[in-house]
Structure formats: structure tokens, C-alpha cells
């Protein structure tokens, strides 16, 4: 498995821990372009059921970690 597919395994994991590690390792600008997407994915039409429900999860992990 590449980095890549391993990064988005992890963030979009569902498991807290897993997906704070993964999104510790990003820069600022990396954070915001990610996050950006992973609203796009939680929220538009066209992504299945379950990539929606993972991006909601790291949405989630993301927003409980940083308050």
C-alpha cells in the first residue's frame, strides 16, 4: 500500500485516534485543503453512503480534537 492510500485509509477510518494521528502529520495549508474536501464529501451529492458517513466521522475527530 502507497502513503496516499494509507493516509486517506486512516482519515477515513471512523476511528478517532487513528484519524488525529493521521491529520497531525499536515501542515496548515494541507489541513485546510483536506478539510475542505472532506466537507465536499460529507455533504454533495455523488459520494456513496459510506465514504459520506467516514468524511462525517473524521469531520467529527477533527472538530472534537482542535476545541
Known amino acids: 500500500m ?4 494509507e493516509f ?4 477515513l ?6 484519524v488525529i494521528a493521521v491529520w ?6 494541507e489541513k ?3 478539510y475542505e ?3 465536499h464529501m460529507a455533504t454533495e451529492a455523488g459520494w456513496a453512503d459510506v465514504q ?3 468524511a462525517q466521522a473524521a ?3 477533527i472538530d472534537s480534537e482542535a476545541h
Do not use: K, Q, V, Y
Open 52 to 54: 459520506r458517513i467516514a
Open 37 to 39: 474536501h472532506l466537507t
Open 59 to 61: 469531520i467529527h475527530a
Open 13 to 18: 477510518s471512523e476511528e478517532p485516534l487513528r
Open 8 to 11: 486517506w485509509n486512516d482519515l
Open 32 to 34: 485546510l485543503t483536506i
Open 2 to 5: 502507497d502513503w496516499l492510500e
Open 24 to 29: 497531525s502529520t499536515l501542515d496548515a495549508e
